[in-house]
């Protein structure tokens, strides 16, 4: 069964540098998304992503991040200048239409 | 605003026994409804919908769902509890727009299901 893949499952970095987190959606889905979710937190919108652009985004989504498919697989979220607040559990996900699949996430912490 | 709510943090249920998982809605327009679950270590994964048609939707694993849109629920729900449905249940809503965009999901909190042998 396809299923969306993300690496790192565990990303360390410190205070003010950059990370990128890294997606392989289901191959014939044309939307991507990014979730995060802060420990004890609820799940929260970050980005979507169809036809090379952004969709929607939240309030949480600042010049901070950004997000990119640099190739016909991959799909990435950048995050510039990490902060403490960071650290969190990010989802990739990706659908067809209505249901959206999710990957098993990277665990960010930013110390 | 859209927002989940569900009520419980925990559940407790003797497998065998059937388990209902609670869910509140509040969104603008016609609902989409989902329920997720999440295993230790793996991500979140799809269980049913709720889109159109049949309030009663089912879904994997045996569970299945009750739309009520007068009182704005979805629960969850399965006949007969198994320990390996000891999980943590998300659900999620997003509104109808078909237009492409608004497509984002909004979470409840989730549910803590522990089912006892």
């Known amino acids: 069964e396809p299923e969306v893949t993300q690496t790192p499952s565990h990303q360390v970095t410190q205070m003010g540098q950059e990370v990128i987190l890294r997606c392989v959606p289901i191959?014939?889905?044309?939307?991507f998304y990014w979730y995060r979710q802060i420990l004890g937190q609820k799940v929260e919108f970050l980005v979507s992503?169809?036809?090379?652009?952004?969709?929607?985004k939240s309030e949480i989504f600042d010049d901070q991040f950004s997000v990119e498919r640099p190739d016909g697989s991959n799909f990435t979220l950048k995050i510039r200048s990490t902060k403490l607040e960071d650290s969190a559990m990010y989802f990739c996900a990706s659908s067809a239409w209505e249901v959206q699949y999710f990957g098993a996430g990277t665990r960010l912490s930013v110390l | 605003a859209q927002s989940v709510a569900q009520p419980e943090d925990q559940v407790n249920v003797a497998e065998g026994n059937p388990l209902t998982v609670k869910c509140t809605y509040s969104v603008s327009g016609n609902p989409y409804l989902f329920w997720y679950v999440q295993y230790p270590n793996r991500g979140l994964q799809f269980l049913l919908k709720?889109?159109?048609?049949d309030n009663l939707v089912k879904g994997s694993y045996g569970f299945e769902a009750e739309f009520n849109k007068s009182q704005t629920s979805f629960h969850l729900k399965k006949p007969s509890a198994l320990v390996s449905d000891s999980a943590l249940y998300f659900c999620?809503?997003?509104?109808?727009?078909?237009?492409?965009?608004?497509?984002?999901?909004?979470w409840g909190l989730g549910t803590s299901l522990a089912v006892n042998p």
């Open positions: 992503f169809y036809n090379n652009e952004i969709s929607e």
């Open positions: 709720y889109i159109t048609g």
């Open positions: 999620a809503v997003r509104t109808g727009d078909t237009a492409g965009n608004n497509r984002k999901l909004i």
């Open positions: 191959s014939n889905h044309l939307y």
